[in-house]
């Protein structure tokens, strides 16, 4: 059964500290691994990652992959109040479409 | 692009009664969409997928008969909870996923069902 854990569960931080968030992964057939962010509604996309060692950067956002070790991390820079979200990692099996999505991450910013 | 509509947004109804849930990909064709629930503080749970034309793939311990899918076109997927009792209060997210993003899925905004 594929299993996908993220890791830690919650964080809280205050404005300003850099974060780490992490995502170990067992994916039959693994093709890539996506990293959503969800506030109140449903989950946006943040970033696919396939290849290994490649940094994928978005603003204070960055993600990488290690297909070897299978693990992900999600790195915030200088965090806001408006990065306070559940951020959830998700693998995907090349063979079919379905995700399977970790429990995610709750994210609280403070002022 | 790759924007997903579910309609509505929410709903309160009593129990014994049906609901339906529309998620439409509004400007791509979804080959596939995929319908989540999602419990509070808890994160998605694959229900089932479904394919353009054919019966959909439930996930072990997904009730068929009592979450019924249809994909009847490229742009639109419904899921009707039958007979919705208060445990069936839940967040249901569609997905979609386009032909040229093989493993890229879109999410529909949910759905909030409170069964009273």
């Known amino acids: 059964e594929d299993k996908v854990v993220q890791s830690p569960l919650s964080l809280v931080v205050h404005e300003g500290d850099t974060v780490t968030l992490n995502c170990s992964y067992e994916v039959t057939n693994f093709r890539s691994l996506l990293w959503y962010k969800q506030e109140k509604k449903a989950p946006t996309f943040l970033f696919m990652l396939?290849?290994?060692?490649i940094e994928k950067k978005s603003g204070r956002l960055s993600s990488i992959l290690d297909k070897k070790e299978l693990f992900s991390i999600l790195n915030i820079t200088a965090t806001q109040t408006g990065d306070s979200a559940v951020y959830l990692c998700a693998g995907a099996p090349g063979s079919a479409r379905q995700l399977t999505f970790g429990s995610g991450t709750q994210l609280t910013v403070l002022p | 692009g790759a924007v997903v509509s579910q309609h509505p947004s929410w709903v309160i109804c009593k129990s014994g009664t049906s609901v339906k849930i529309e998620c439409r990909s509004l400007?791509?064709?979804?080959?596939?969409m995929f319908w989540y629930r999602q419990f509070p503080k808890q994160s998605l749970m694959l229900m089932a997928t479904?394919?353009?034309?054919?019966?959909?793939?439930?996930e072990q311990g997904v009730e068929k008969d009592k979450f019924l899918i249809n994909h009847a076109s490229l742009t639109l997927s419904t899921l009707t909870v039958t007979s919705a009792h208060p445990e069936d209060s839940s967040f249901y997210i569609c997905?979609?996923?386009?032909?040229?993003?093989?493993?890229?899925?879109?999410f529909g905004p949910g759905t909030r069902l409170t069964v009273l």
């Open positions: 479904s394919n353009e034309g054919s019966k959909a793939t439930y």
């Open positions: 396939t290849s290994s060692g």
């Open positions: 400007d791509f064709q979804a080959t596939t």
């Open positions: 997905s979609a996923s386009n032909r040229g993003g093989y493993n890229e899925q879109f």
